[in-house]
């Protein structure tokens, strides 16, 4: 699942906003999930993910003031979970996760426990979640009387045991070929890239590939809550946040207390990841010609057409462009994909990508170069984009297995890029290491409902492009007692980080008070962006 990564992102391929098995807090060890341990080896995990959870709840978390250089200032806190490479040796090889917290802001009778967070990515930080409280976010202000925020670096990621695939330097440099071929020599080139790729995951990282799976980050999750010292775990997820939720529930549901998952990965076996990726190809597509439509209607402010299809030339015109001669030489139509690609995801990204697009047409190309081109002096932001880029691509192509065909690769991307052309064959490159990956590549958990699981509130905007709707209604379906709140005639990626009364209130009544609306409820959409 394409995550909007950092605009430095794209390597041969073409950003911004994820459970498992039962332990008890006491040291009491219950029996695995009903259907979580269909194998041996799930059996074997399964009782190294109590091993480890028992140890975690007995060590606790030493708490302190987090380094200076990961800028998170007091009163948030930070620590070390530690946690098995492989479950199914819970006494052999420990790696450590950075977590980070802060403190419910209401009284100690208010306080609900602790609500702990992820992202998305694969490959996305949760740390700065405690920022939320800092930063004094008003959706969150109720939320945060009754909670400690607590955020972590999942295995792989950041300060968690971080793992790299090429060079952070080469990885950012630009110009990157255009991900649409013009010919069978361009789709060998990219071929060759992405097999480069997968070899240089393995050369940098290959010790840890066999376990950057979601069932472990799932495991993982249910020892840091063993090591906060909660029975049950509140949890957020966004995004692959949801599907790491999903599939938590799935190995944990009795670990459970609330869950909110926004913004939902389709849990199907068949979608994850190679038909995943596909349907994203569509959303994209449509919400591209959304944002071009607003553009069109505000073409006051951006003078760049009072149409679609005027918008969509001048798009056509810049891309050409670029292709024959890169902006500033380095922005050519690898970058344009990569830095226009927040427009589709979020709204918040209109005004300023259109503002950018705007000021290029009127004669401004520094705007275009500032924006779309890699900062090479920001050193810790490149090693930040390439990790980002390594875990997603470790945890899709170990999530399950992939097509190894190339020609059912080209057949599909050649189809979809005649009607959604925009990011096909962008995605198609960034995922395609997973057709040469050099480690186990798994299958995928089967997500359901099991004994113990409670009512779960999913949210989704109904024209979300990096995850689509049907995913939303799929979870819906095999998480039992669930409610689905839909936000309509919206495509906004992370709708509860939006102000929408309607979203805000029920999130709200179901983290403060387990409330749920009797039936799935419908939201209009929260304001269009303003020029």
């Known amino acids: 699942m394409r995550e909007n990564r950092p605009k430095s992102r794209l390597l041969a391929l073409g950003s911004a906003g994820v459970l498992v098995t039962a332990t008890l807090i006491a040291g009491a060890v219950s029996a695995p999930a009903a259907g979580a341990a269909a194998r041996p080896s799930q059996d074997r995990e399964a009782k190294g993910a109590e091993i480890a959870a028992a140890r975690a709840a007995k060590a606790g978390i030493k708490w302190q003031d987090c380094p200076a250089d990961w800028g998170l200032a007091k009163p948030i806190q930070c620590g070390w979970v530690s946690v098995p490479l492989d479950y199914a040796r819970p006494n052999g090889k420990q790696i450590k996760l950075a977590v980070d917290r802060i403190g419910n802001t209401g009284t100690k009778k208010e306080r609900q426990g602790a609500l702990v967070y992820n992202p998305g990515g694969p490959g996305g930080s949760g740390m700065r979640f405690p920022t939320r ?28 045991t971080p793992i790299s695939c090429v060079d952070p330097q080469e990885f950012v440099k630009a110009p990157k070929m255009d991900p649409v071929p013009d010919s069978r020599a361009d789709k060998t080139a990219q071929r060759k890239l992405a097999r480069a790729y997968a070899d240089g995951c393995a050369e940098r990282s290959g010790w840890m590939l066999p376990h950057m799976t979601t069932p472990n980050t799932a495991r993982d999750l249910d020892v840091i809550r063993a090591a906060l010292g909660e029975k049950k775990l509140n949890y ?29 990965v389709n849990p199907s076996r068949e979608k994850i990841w190679y038909q995943a990726n596909l349907d994203q190809d569509v959303a994209f597509e449509g919400r591209w010609k959304d944002w071009q439509d607003w553009v069109a209607a505000n073409d006051a402010a951006f003078h760049l057409g009072t149409t679609r299809a005027a918008v969509q030339a001048k798009w056509l015109k810049l891309r050409a462009t ?72 470790a945890v899709e192509c170990a999530d399950a297995k992939w097509p190894t065909s190339w020609q059912r690769w080209d057949r599909d991307n050649t189809r979809l890029h005649r009607d959604y052309p925009f990011l096909t064959w962008a995605n198609a490159w960034m995922n395609l290491p997973c057709a040469t990956w050099p480690a186990k590549q798994h299958t995928p958990v089967d997500v359901r409902t099991h004994k113990g699981l409670p009512k779960v509130l999913i949210v989704q905007s109904a024209r979300d492009a990096a995850t689509p709707y049907e995913g939303a209604v799929e979870l819906h379906k095999r998480f039992k007692g669930s409610r689905l709140i839909t936000e309509r005639n919206a495509g906004s990626h992370g709708v509860t980080g939006l102000v929408n009364p309607c979203v805000n209130q029920r999130v709200d009544a179901y983290l403060l008070g387990g409330e749920l609306d009797g039936k799935d409820v419908t939201c209009a959409p929260h304001a269009t962006p303003k020029p």
């Open 133 to 160: 409280v800092t930063n004094k976010n008003p959706i969150w202000a109720n939320v945060a009387k009754a909670y400690d925020f607590v955020g972590f670096d999942p295995r792989g990621v950041g300060h968690s």
């Open 236 to 264: 957020l997820g966004v995004s692959y946040g949801t599907y790491l939720g999903a599939v938590y529930g799935t190995l944990f549901p009795g670990h459970l207390r609330r869950m909110v998952v926004d913004s939902v």
């Open 322 to 393: 670029a292709k024959k001669h890169p902006i500033g030489g380095v922005v050519g139509p690898a970058e344009l994909i990569s830095f226009f690609q927040s427009a589709p995801y979020y709204d918040s990204s209109w005004v300023p990508v259109a503002t950018v697009f705007s000021k290029y047409v009127a004669g401004d190309t520094q705007a275009l170069v500032d924006a779309a081109a890699p900062d090479l002096s920001d050193t810790a932001g490149n090693i930040s984009a390439e990790n980002g880029n390594a875990v997603y691509t």
